[in-house]
């Protein structure tokens, strides 16, 4: 009897000495890990020589946003041959393993801050005889973002920027980038949630109607917040 209440004693003291340990250890097995949002940039092209979704992505890169890092990609855009801008945001996702990817790119004859919905399985390449043709042969027709576009409008507006939602960023990178990384999330089954923001040109001398790049950021930290409370 003496024995069994000598073990009975001693297993409790065991039990009290290294329970503190466990619950150490399990709060560090479940300790989550950081969110991490990509948000990528064009640089120029065409006739523009300040492109302000590089501008938006370089900004934001290094920031914390609701205990979520920002990494901000500047990526130079290639209208003539999109697989070789779409691969290095590809590879950025394999290097990063982001939760988010926000794409963000120039809609000159905007004014305001548009959320693309669907992207397009059609590409137009600026090239000799480039004809609208698919951008990925077997891929589906369209994918639609996850991204909650009506809510973020309303909360845009909110703050005093111009903003709707949109249902066609045109055949040419920026629809490209949308479909393509709606596609590899979804053959790849991965939980990342992705978009696309059209900004309109900055505001500077020569371009008195545009956007304040201030505006523009700040707009991107809203859309950012947003996604982050809806999909919590």
Do not use: W
């Not at 300040?50 to 920002?70: F, Q, T, V």
């Not at 707009?219 to 950012?224: E, G, L, P, S, V």
């Amino acid at each position: 009897m003496k024995k069994s209440k000598l073990i009975i004693s001693l297993s409790i003291i065991v039990f009290l000495t290294i329970s503190p340990i466990i619950s150490s250890q399990s709060i560090n097995l479940i300790k989550e890990e950081p969110t991490i949002i990509l948000v990528i940039g064009f640089g120029p092209f065409l006739n523009y020589s300040i492109n302000p979704s590089e501008l938006i992505a370089k900004e934001l890169n290094g920031e914390i946003i609701n205990r979520a890092e920002i990494i901000g990609l500047p990526v130079q855009p290639n209208l003539s041959n999109f697989t070789e801008s779409i691969e290095i945001v590809y590879q950025a996702i394999v290097d990063n393993n982001p939760d988010y990817v926000f794409s963000i790119g120039l809609a000159a004859s905007s004014k305001k801050i548009q959320i693309e919905k669907i992207g397009y399985n059609l590409k137009k390449e600026t090239k000799d005889n480039s004809t609208l043709e698919k951008l990925i042969p077997n891929g589906p027709c369209i994918y639609f973002s996850p991204l909650p576009a009506l809510k973020i409008v309303r909360e845009l507006r909110k703050v005093g920027i111009p903003s709707k939602m949109s249902l066609f960023g045109g055949f040419s990178l920026c629809n490209g980038m949308l479909y393509s990384v709606l596609y590899y999330v979804d053959i790849n089954d991965l939980n990342i949630k992705s978009g696309f923001i059209h900004v309109p040109l900055h505001k500077y001398d020569k371009n008195p109607d545009g956007m304040e790049l201030e505006t523009m950021v700040n707009a991107t930290r809203t859309i950012i917040k947003v996604c982050l409370n809806y999909f919590s």
